[in-house]
Each structure stands twice: as structure tokens, then as C-alpha cells.
């Protein structure tokens, strides 16, 4: 590797920080407009579609499987206790922070 591939490789994670400061920064904004939007205690819930006006700001993440206990006098395939696994999905309202979670059975993974 010579000196000027090193220098391009340089520029170019300097731009790619800059680009990740410059969405960071967007994040920010986006979710302190979101706080400011929903600022009269709303809370999660069923609502009416387009019911108020302003703006949100949703996350959604997928986490790897979590293993929990399972029934060792289950009738299944199985004798002995071995854990199940469990796929969590989660959605985050920015504004309120709220955090809501899906498990997904291992049978449906």
C-alpha cells in the first residue's frame, strides 16, 4: 500500500464520519421536533387516524433470540428442559419515549 492509497483512505473515513455526524445530527433534530410535537402528555394508544396534527418519530429494532425456560412436563419431542428461543421486535415513539415489544415464538422464526 503506498503513501497516496493511505491518503485516500484517510479523505474518504473523513467523509464518512462527516456523513454519520451529519445524519446524527438529523436524528437529533428529527426526534427533539418529535418531543416538541407531543409535549401535552400524549401516550401510546388506540387513536384515530390523522387525529392531530404534528409530527413523530418511530425506531424499530430487532434483537437477537433471548433462550427462556420452557415446561419440562410439556409433551413435546423433547424429555429434559432445554430452553425456547424468542425473537424480540421493538418499536420506540422518540417523542414520548414509549418502547412497544413483539415476541416471536421460535416456531414462527
Do not use: W
Not at 402528555?41 to 404534528?54: E, I, K, M, W, Y
Not at 413435546?76 to 419515549?97: D, N, V
Amino acid at each position: 500500500m503506498g503513501f497516496l492509497d493511505k491518503i485516500n483512505y484517510r479523505r474518504k473515513q473523513e467523509q464518512h464520519l462527516k456523513t454519520v455526524g451529519a445524519e446524527r445530527d438529523l436524528y437529533r433534530t428529527m426526534v427533539s421536533d418529535c418531543q416538541a410535537s407531543v409535549a401535552d402528555g400524549t401516550v401510546l394508544g388506540q387513536n384515530a387516524a390523522c387525529s392531530r396534527p404534528g409530527t413523530v418519530h418511530y425506531s424499530f429494532d430487532s434483537a437477537q433470540q433471548v433462550h427462556f425456560p420452557s415446561d419440562a412436563l410439556q409433551p413435546g419431542p423433547m424429555y429434559f428442559l432445554c430452553p425456547r428461543k424468542c425473537g424480540i421486535f421493538g418499536i420506540c415513539c422518540e417523542g414520548i419515549p414509549q418502547q412497544v415489544n413483539f415476541l416471536i415464538d421460535e416456531s414462527l422464526l
